[in-house]
Protein backbone atom coordinates (compact mmCIF):
# COMPACT_ATOMS: atom_id res chain seq x y z
CA UNK A 1 0.00 0.00 0.00
CA UNK A 2 1.24 3.44 -0.80
CA UNK A 3 1.68 5.97 1.83
CA UNK A 4 0.65 9.66 1.05
CA UNK A 5 4.11 11.80 1.43
CA UNK A 6 4.77 13.93 4.78
CA UNK A 7 3.38 17.21 5.11
CA UNK A 8 5.95 19.68 4.77
CA UNK A 9 5.79 22.85 7.14
CA UNK A 10 7.13 25.11 3.70
CA UNK A 11 6.25 23.45 0.83
CA UNK A 12 8.14 26.71 -1.13
CA UNK A 13 10.99 25.74 1.22
CA UNK A 14 13.98 26.06 -1.37
CA UNK A 15 15.73 22.34 -1.12
CA UNK A 16 18.72 21.81 0.38
CA UNK A 17 22.22 21.87 -0.55
CA UNK A 18 20.83 22.58 -4.14
CA UNK A 19 21.95 25.49 -6.12
CA UNK A 20 19.14 28.03 -6.93
CA UNK A 21 19.99 30.93 -9.25
CA UNK A 22 19.32 34.50 -7.83
CA UNK A 23 17.93 36.19 -10.19
CA UNK A 24 20.55 38.67 -10.56
CA UNK A 25 22.98 35.80 -11.54
CA UNK A 26 20.07 34.32 -13.93
CA UNK A 27 20.35 38.57 -15.71
CA UNK A 28 23.44 38.54 -15.86
CA UNK A 29 23.73 35.56 -17.60
CA UNK A 30 21.41 36.05 -20.06
CA UNK A 31 23.07 40.08 -20.19
CA UNK A 32 26.69 38.15 -21.71
CA UNK A 33 24.78 35.53 -23.51
CA UNK A 34 22.98 37.46 -26.35
CA UNK A 35 23.78 40.30 -28.14
CA UNK A 36 21.68 42.22 -30.88
CA UNK A 37 20.28 40.77 -33.82
CA UNK A 38 18.13 43.16 -36.01
CA UNK A 39 18.80 44.60 -39.31
CA UNK A 40 19.13 48.17 -40.02
CA UNK A 41 16.86 50.96 -41.88
CA UNK A 42 16.42 54.44 -42.37
CA UNK A 43 12.96 55.37 -41.62
CA UNK A 44 11.24 58.59 -42.04
CA UNK A 45 10.58 60.81 -38.71
CA UNK A 46 6.78 59.52 -38.78
CA UNK A 47 7.43 55.82 -38.66
CA UNK A 48 10.55 56.24 -36.35
CA UNK A 49 8.42 56.14 -33.12
CA UNK A 50 9.01 53.64 -30.82
CA UNK A 51 11.66 52.36 -32.99
CA UNK A 52 15.68 51.74 -31.30
CA UNK A 53 18.46 53.65 -33.14
CA UNK A 54 21.02 51.79 -34.80
CA UNK A 55 23.71 54.46 -34.81
CA UNK A 56 24.37 57.82 -32.84
CA UNK A 57 22.99 61.13 -34.94
CA UNK A 58 24.52 64.22 -35.62
CA UNK A 59 22.54 67.38 -35.96
CA UNK A 60 21.95 68.42 -39.53
CA UNK A 61 21.40 72.11 -38.38
CA UNK A 62 21.83 74.31 -35.05
CA UNK A 63 18.90 74.81 -33.08
CA UNK A 64 18.08 77.79 -33.19
CA UNK A 65 19.84 78.22 -36.72
CA UNK A 66 19.57 81.62 -36.24
CA UNK A 67 20.00 84.15 -33.13
CA UNK A 68 16.13 85.27 -32.65
CA UNK A 69 13.88 87.51 -30.17
CA UNK A 70 12.96 85.12 -27.73
CA UNK A 71 9.68 87.82 -27.18
CA UNK A 72 7.84 90.54 -28.55
CA UNK A 73 9.57 93.86 -28.15
CA UNK A 74 12.22 95.98 -29.64
CA UNK A 75 15.84 95.37 -30.31
CA UNK A 76 19.12 96.94 -30.28
CA UNK A 77 22.72 96.81 -29.40
CA UNK A 78 22.89 95.74 -25.92
CA UNK A 79 23.67 96.33 -22.98
CA UNK A 80 21.87 99.45 -21.82
CA UNK A 81 22.82 101.38 -18.79
CA UNK A 82 20.76 102.10 -15.86
CA UNK A 83 18.37 104.85 -15.98
CA UNK A 84 16.18 106.45 -18.93
CA UNK A 85 16.60 105.15 -22.18
CA UNK A 86 14.97 107.22 -25.27
CA UNK A 87 16.36 105.21 -28.75
CA UNK A 88 15.16 106.60 -32.26
CA UNK A 89 12.98 103.57 -34.01
CA UNK A 90 13.87 102.69 -37.85
CA UNK A 91 11.51 101.84 -39.89
CA UNK A 92 10.67 98.16 -40.71
CA UNK A 93 10.38 95.15 -38.24
CA UNK A 94 11.59 91.85 -38.23
CA UNK A 95 8.96 89.04 -37.44
CA UNK A 96 9.18 84.92 -37.36
CA UNK A 97 10.27 84.04 -40.78
CA UNK A 98 9.90 87.77 -42.36
CA UNK A 99 13.56 88.74 -41.64
CA UNK A 100 14.29 92.52 -41.53
CA UNK A 101 17.26 93.02 -44.11
CA UNK A 102 18.85 95.89 -43.08
CA UNK A 103 21.16 97.17 -40.65
CA UNK A 104 20.02 99.28 -37.64
CA UNK A 105 23.07 101.66 -36.62
CA UNK A 106 24.14 101.91 -33.21
CA UNK A 107 21.79 103.74 -31.01
CA UNK A 108 18.77 102.68 -33.20
CA UNK A 109 15.92 99.97 -31.97
CA UNK A 110 13.30 98.27 -34.49
CA UNK A 111 10.31 96.98 -33.54
CA UNK A 112 11.10 92.81 -33.75
CA UNK A 113 8.25 89.46 -32.55
CA UNK A 114 8.94 86.59 -31.16
CA UNK A 115 10.99 84.10 -33.25
CA UNK A 116 12.30 86.91 -35.53
CA UNK A 117 15.71 86.83 -36.59
CA UNK A 118 17.70 89.54 -35.20
CA UNK A 119 18.09 91.74 -37.50
CA UNK A 120 22.29 92.90 -38.16
CA UNK A 121 23.30 95.25 -35.63
CA UNK A 122 20.91 93.65 -33.10
CA UNK A 123 21.40 91.25 -30.37
CA UNK A 124 19.28 92.44 -27.03
CA UNK A 125 15.25 92.95 -26.52
CA UNK A 126 13.34 94.54 -24.48
CA UNK A 127 10.04 93.70 -23.81
CA UNK A 128 6.87 95.79 -25.48
CA UNK A 129 5.26 95.57 -21.78
CA UNK A 130 8.33 97.51 -20.67
CA UNK A 131 8.23 100.33 -22.88
CA UNK A 132 6.54 103.41 -24.12
CA UNK A 133 6.53 104.28 -27.26
CA UNK A 134 5.39 106.35 -30.52
CA UNK A 135 6.08 105.98 -34.38
CA UNK A 136 9.47 107.44 -34.08
CA UNK A 137 10.86 106.49 -30.52
CA UNK A 138 10.93 104.16 -28.02
CA UNK A 139 11.51 104.51 -24.08
CA UNK A 140 12.32 102.50 -21.38
CA UNK A 141 14.29 102.11 -18.01
CA UNK A 142 17.94 100.28 -18.01
CA UNK A 143 19.64 98.49 -17.18
CA UNK A 144 19.85 95.55 -19.96
CA UNK A 145 22.22 93.33 -20.26
CA UNK A 146 23.38 92.33 -23.63
CA UNK A 147 21.61 89.40 -24.98
CA UNK A 148 18.66 89.75 -22.94
CA UNK A 149 15.50 88.39 -24.16
CA UNK A 150 17.72 86.97 -27.18
CA UNK A 151 18.04 83.02 -28.19
CA UNK A 152 21.84 82.70 -29.68
CA UNK A 153 22.14 80.52 -32.49
CA UNK A 154 23.00 77.30 -31.65
CA UNK A 155 22.25 77.78 -28.15
CA UNK A 156 20.12 74.47 -27.44
CA UNK A 157 22.20 72.55 -30.13
CA UNK A 158 24.99 73.26 -32.63
CA UNK A 159 25.50 71.27 -35.83
CA UNK A 160 26.86 68.10 -35.75
CA UNK A 161 26.57 67.87 -31.64
CA UNK A 162 25.47 63.92 -31.15
CA UNK A 163 21.10 64.16 -30.22
CA UNK A 164 21.04 60.70 -30.13
CA UNK A 165 22.71 58.05 -28.38
CA UNK A 166 22.67 54.36 -30.32
CA UNK A 167 20.13 52.03 -28.75
CA UNK A 168 18.01 54.82 -27.79
CA UNK A 169 13.96 54.30 -28.32
CA UNK A 170 12.58 56.89 -30.33
CA UNK A 171 10.30 59.32 -28.40
CA UNK A 172 7.85 61.73 -29.53
CA UNK A 173 10.26 64.34 -28.13
CA UNK A 174 13.31 62.77 -30.07
CA UNK A 175 10.74 63.12 -33.56
CA UNK A 176 10.23 67.07 -32.21
CA UNK A 177 14.39 67.31 -31.38
CA UNK A 178 15.13 65.22 -34.99
CA UNK A 179 13.23 67.67 -37.39
CA UNK A 180 14.12 70.71 -35.84
CA UNK A 181 17.85 70.16 -35.88
CA UNK A 182 17.32 69.22 -40.02
CA UNK A 183 17.06 64.83 -39.61
CA UNK A 184 13.89 63.72 -42.23
CA UNK A 185 14.61 60.28 -41.31
CA UNK A 186 17.04 58.24 -38.54
CA UNK A 187 18.90 55.19 -38.62
CA UNK A 188 16.66 52.25 -37.12
CA UNK A 189 17.12 48.57 -35.92
CA UNK A 190 14.31 46.08 -37.72
CA UNK A 191 11.68 45.40 -35.06
CA UNK A 192 12.96 42.02 -32.93
CA UNK A 193 10.37 39.38 -33.93
CA UNK A 194 8.60 37.58 -31.25
CA UNK A 195 6.81 34.76 -31.62
CA UNK A 196 3.77 33.46 -28.60
CA UNK A 197 2.82 29.80 -28.55
CA UNK A 198 0.46 28.32 -25.91
CA UNK A 199 0.48 25.04 -25.05
CA UNK A 200 -1.92 22.99 -22.95
CA UNK A 201 -4.69 20.13 -23.68
CA UNK A 202 -7.04 22.28 -21.95
CA UNK A 203 -6.45 25.69 -24.01
CA UNK A 204 -9.08 26.74 -26.51
CA UNK A 205 -9.60 29.76 -28.36
CA UNK A 206 -11.07 32.58 -27.27
CA UNK A 207 -14.86 32.93 -28.89
CA UNK A 208 -14.93 28.72 -28.93
CA UNK A 209 -17.32 27.06 -27.29
CA UNK A 210 -15.98 25.53 -23.82
CA UNK A 211 -16.35 22.04 -23.01
CA UNK A 212 -15.37 20.65 -19.29
CA UNK A 213 -12.15 21.11 -18.07
CA UNK A 214 -11.26 23.80 -21.08
CA UNK A 215 -10.26 27.01 -20.35
CA UNK A 216 -9.70 30.28 -22.37
CA UNK A 217 -6.39 30.94 -23.80
CA UNK A 218 -5.35 33.96 -21.46
CA UNK A 219 -1.40 34.00 -21.92
CA UNK A 220 -1.42 34.82 -25.42
CA UNK A 221 -3.66 37.36 -25.81
CA UNK A 222 -1.57 39.06 -22.92
CA UNK A 223 1.66 38.50 -24.12
CA UNK A 224 0.71 39.56 -27.64
CA UNK A 225 -0.41 42.83 -26.08
CA UNK A 226 2.52 43.38 -23.81
CA UNK A 227 5.33 42.45 -27.04
CA UNK A 228 3.58 45.05 -28.83
CA UNK A 229 3.57 47.20 -25.98
CA UNK A 230 7.46 47.17 -25.68
CA UNK A 231 7.92 48.17 -29.39
CA UNK A 232 8.54 44.59 -31.34
CA UNK A 233 6.27 42.65 -33.88
CA UNK A 234 4.86 40.02 -31.75
CA UNK A 235 4.16 36.72 -34.01
CA UNK A 236 0.98 35.16 -33.20
CA UNK A 237 1.93 31.32 -33.28
CA UNK A 238 -1.12 29.86 -31.74
CA UNK A 239 -1.66 26.99 -29.30
CA UNK A 240 -0.70 23.37 -29.31
CA UNK A 241 -1.67 20.41 -27.40
CA UNK A 242 0.89 18.90 -24.92
CA UNK A 243 1.98 16.73 -27.60
CA UNK A 244 5.87 15.97 -28.26
CA UNK A 245 5.57 15.50 -32.16
CA UNK A 246 3.01 18.59 -32.66
CA UNK A 247 5.34 21.03 -30.53
CA UNK A 248 8.32 20.01 -31.89
CA UNK A 249 6.85 20.40 -35.47
CA UNK A 250 5.31 23.24 -34.40
CA UNK A 251 9.03 24.91 -32.89
CA UNK A 252 10.43 23.98 -36.38
CA UNK A 253 8.09 25.68 -38.79
CA UNK A 254 8.67 28.73 -36.06
CA UNK A 255 12.27 29.16 -35.51
CA UNK A 256 13.21 30.84 -39.19
CA UNK A 257 9.94 33.32 -39.10
CA UNK A 258 10.57 34.62 -35.83
CA UNK A 259 14.13 36.24 -33.49
CA UNK A 260 13.00 34.56 -30.00
CA UNK A 261 9.70 32.14 -29.22
CA UNK A 262 7.75 32.96 -26.20
CA UNK A 263 6.09 29.51 -25.04
CA UNK A 264 3.68 29.46 -22.13
CA UNK A 265 3.02 26.26 -20.29
CA UNK A 266 4.64 22.67 -19.86
CA UNK A 267 7.96 24.03 -18.48
CA UNK A 268 7.93 22.29 -15.14
CA UNK A 269 9.29 18.45 -14.99
CA UNK A 270 5.90 16.95 -14.98
CA UNK A 271 4.63 14.09 -17.31
CA UNK A 272 2.93 16.73 -19.93
CA UNK A 273 5.51 19.37 -19.58
CA UNK A 274 6.57 18.80 -23.14
CA UNK A 275 8.42 22.38 -23.72
CA UNK A 276 10.82 21.56 -20.95
CA UNK A 277 11.38 18.08 -22.10
CA UNK A 278 12.21 18.99 -26.01
CA UNK A 279 14.08 21.56 -25.15
CA UNK A 280 16.40 19.35 -22.75
CA UNK A 281 16.24 16.71 -25.32
CA UNK A 282 16.96 18.63 -28.52
CA UNK A 283 19.43 21.72 -27.34
CA UNK A 284 18.20 23.46 -24.29
CA UNK A 285 20.95 25.80 -22.82
CA UNK A 286 19.58 25.03 -19.45
CA UNK A 287 17.01 24.34 -17.10
CA UNK A 288 16.87 26.93 -15.08
CA UNK A 289 16.22 27.08 -11.02
CA UNK A 290 16.02 30.48 -10.61
CA UNK A 291 14.92 31.83 -6.66
CA UNK A 292 12.12 33.35 -7.99
CA UNK A 293 8.40 33.78 -7.03
CA UNK A 294 6.31 33.77 -9.11
CA UNK A 295 8.37 32.30 -11.96
CA UNK A 296 10.00 28.85 -11.93
CA UNK A 297 9.68 26.63 -13.71
CA UNK A 298 11.32 29.08 -16.75
CA UNK A 299 13.26 26.88 -19.61
CA UNK A 300 15.60 28.73 -21.40
CA UNK A 301 16.88 27.44 -24.89
CA UNK A 302 17.80 27.49 -28.55
CA UNK A 303 15.70 26.07 -31.15
CA UNK A 304 17.67 25.93 -34.54
CA UNK A 305 19.32 28.96 -33.74
CA UNK A 306 16.20 31.00 -32.36
CA UNK A 307 15.99 31.77 -28.25
CA UNK A 308 12.61 30.22 -27.09
CA UNK A 309 11.79 31.23 -23.25
CA UNK A 310 9.64 28.29 -21.89
CA UNK A 311 7.67 30.52 -19.46
CA UNK A 312 5.41 28.50 -17.33
CA UNK A 313 1.82 28.02 -17.73
CA UNK A 314 0.20 30.06 -14.91
CA UNK A 315 -0.58 33.79 -16.21
CA UNK A 316 1.08 35.59 -13.10
CA UNK A 317 4.32 33.60 -13.60
CA UNK A 318 4.18 34.37 -17.39
CA UNK A 319 3.50 37.37 -17.12
CA UNK A 320 6.62 38.12 -14.53
CA UNK A 321 8.40 36.01 -16.28
CA UNK A 322 8.30 37.81 -19.03
CA UNK A 323 8.71 41.92 -17.33
CA UNK A 324 11.54 40.06 -15.81
CA UNK A 325 13.65 37.89 -17.73
CA UNK A 326 12.36 38.18 -21.79
CA UNK A 327 12.05 41.90 -22.15
CA UNK A 328 15.40 43.02 -20.87
CA UNK A 329 16.71 39.97 -22.96
CA UNK A 330 14.64 40.94 -26.13
CA UNK A 331 15.35 44.32 -25.00
CA UNK A 332 19.71 43.99 -26.09
CA UNK A 333 18.87 41.93 -29.13
CA UNK A 334 16.69 44.48 -30.34
CA UNK A 335 19.63 46.49 -30.14
CA UNK A 336 18.35 48.58 -27.29
CA UNK A 337 21.11 47.38 -24.71
CA UNK A 338 20.24 45.89 -21.65
CA UNK A 339 17.67 48.13 -19.26
CA UNK A 340 16.62 47.37 -15.88
CA UNK A 341 13.41 48.41 -15.26
CA UNK A 342 12.94 51.85 -13.28
CA UNK A 343 11.50 51.15 -9.56
CA UNK A 344 10.67 53.98 -7.05
CA UNK A 345 10.95 53.73 -3.15
CA UNK A 346 7.13 54.11 -1.94
CA UNK A 347 6.29 52.73 1.78
CA UNK A 348 4.10 49.63 2.06
CA UNK A 349 0.77 49.78 3.47
CA UNK A 350 1.00 45.50 4.21
CA UNK A 351 2.86 43.33 5.89
CA UNK A 352 4.53 40.36 4.39
CA UNK A 353 6.87 37.04 5.62
CA UNK A 354 9.10 35.00 3.27
CA UNK A 355 12.10 33.16 3.26
CA UNK A 356 15.05 34.86 2.11
CA UNK A 357 17.23 34.02 -0.47
CA UNK A 358 14.48 34.36 -3.16
CA UNK A 359 13.07 37.58 -5.06
CA UNK A 360 9.05 38.06 -5.07
CA UNK A 361 7.27 40.02 -6.90
CA UNK A 362 3.90 41.24 -5.89
CA UNK A 363 0.94 42.23 -8.00
CA UNK A 364 0.75 45.86 -6.58
CA UNK A 365 -0.43 49.67 -6.85
CA UNK A 366 -0.43 52.48 -5.40
CA UNK A 367 -2.91 54.54 -3.59
CA UNK A 368 -2.49 57.41 -1.22
CA UNK A 369 1.47 57.30 -1.81
CA UNK A 370 1.68 53.71 -0.06
CA UNK A 371 1.98 50.34 -2.28
CA UNK A 372 -0.69 47.97 -1.53
CA UNK A 373 -0.64 44.09 -3.08
CA UNK A 374 -3.71 42.10 -4.02
CA UNK A 375 -5.10 40.18 -1.88
CA UNK A 376 -4.34 37.21 -2.85
CA UNK A 377 -0.83 35.75 -4.25
CA UNK A 378 -2.17 32.84 -6.28
CA UNK A 379 -0.50 32.53 -9.33
CA UNK A 380 -3.60 31.86 -11.47
CA UNK A 381 -5.34 34.90 -10.05
CA UNK A 382 -5.74 36.68 -13.55
CA UNK A 383 -8.01 39.51 -12.09
CA UNK A 384 -4.78 40.47 -9.31
CA UNK A 385 -2.55 41.27 -12.71
CA UNK A 386 -5.10 43.20 -14.18
CA UNK A 387 -6.10 45.36 -10.73
CA UNK A 388 -2.22 45.64 -10.37
CA UNK A 389 -0.83 48.97 -11.83
CA UNK A 390 3.00 47.55 -11.50
CA UNK A 391 4.95 45.09 -9.29
CA UNK A 392 6.59 45.11 -6.06
CA UNK A 393 9.96 43.78 -5.35
CA UNK A 394 11.08 41.88 -2.45
CA UNK A 395 14.39 41.69 -1.88
CA UNK A 396 15.71 38.64 -2.31
CA UNK A 397 17.10 38.74 1.25
CA UNK A 398 14.63 40.15 3.01
CA UNK A 399 12.39 38.13 5.45
CA UNK A 400 9.61 40.59 7.05
CA UNK A 401 8.47 43.57 5.40
CA UNK A 402 6.28 45.75 7.82
CA UNK A 403 3.82 48.52 7.08
CA UNK A 404 5.96 51.91 6.57
CA UNK A 405 9.14 49.94 5.38
CA UNK A 406 10.27 51.20 2.42
CA UNK A 407 10.03 48.98 -1.04
CA UNK A 408 10.37 48.70 -4.61
CA UNK A 409 7.40 49.53 -7.06
CA UNK A 410 8.35 49.31 -10.63
CA UNK A 411 4.99 50.16 -12.83
CA UNK A 412 4.10 48.50 -15.71
CA UNK A 413 4.91 51.08 -17.93
CA UNK A 414 8.54 51.14 -16.60
CA UNK A 415 8.98 47.75 -18.85
CA UNK A 416 7.38 48.73 -22.14
CA UNK A 417 10.12 50.82 -23.07
P1 LIG B 1 1.66 24.40 -16.80
O1 LIG B 1 2.79 25.35 -16.66
O2 LIG B 1 1.45 23.90 -18.18
O3 LIG B 1 1.74 23.31 -15.80
O4 LIG B 1 0.35 25.22 -16.45
C1 LIG B 1 0.20 25.80 -15.15
C2 LIG B 1 -1.19 26.37 -15.02
O5 LIG B 1 -1.36 27.42 -15.94
C3 LIG B 1 -2.30 25.38 -15.33
O6 LIG B 1 -3.35 25.63 -14.43
C4 LIG B 1 -2.70 25.73 -16.73
O7 LIG B 1 -4.02 25.36 -17.03
C5 LIG B 1 -2.51 27.21 -16.74
N1 LIG B 1 -2.24 27.71 -18.09
C6 LIG B 1 -1.31 27.24 -18.93
N2 LIG B 1 -1.33 27.89 -20.09
C7 LIG B 1 -2.29 28.84 -19.96
C8 LIG B 1 -2.79 29.84 -20.83
N3 LIG B 1 -2.28 30.02 -22.05
N4 LIG B 1 -3.80 30.63 -20.39
C9 LIG B 1 -4.29 30.45 -19.14
N5 LIG B 1 -3.86 29.55 -18.28
C10 LIG B 1 -2.88 28.71 -18.68
MG1 LIG C 1 0.33 22.54 -19.18
Redesign the pocket.
Known amino acids: MIKPPPLRNDCFALPAGTHWTPVDEALATLRDRLAPITGIENLPLDHALGRVLAADVTALRSNPPLPNSAVDGYGFAGPMPEGAQVLPLIEGRAAAGIPFEGVVPAGAAIRVLTGAALPSGVDTVILEEDVTCDTFQVAFHGPLKKGANARRAGEDVQLGDIVFSQGRVVTSADLALAAATGLSELPVREQLRVGVL???D??IEVGQEAGKGQ??????PMLLGLLRQMGFAAVDLGQVKDNRDALEARLNSSASKVDVILT?????A?D??HVSALLTEKGAIQHWRIALKPGRPLALGMWQGTPVFGL????VA?LVCTLIFARPTMGLMAGAGWAAPQGFLVPANFEKRKKPGRREYLRARIRNDQVEVFASEGS?RISGLSWAEGLVEIADDAAHIQPGDMVRFIPYSSFVM
Not at 215 to 220: G, L
Not at 264 to 268: E, F, I, K, L, T
Open positions: STGELIYDANRSGGASGEDPGNPAG
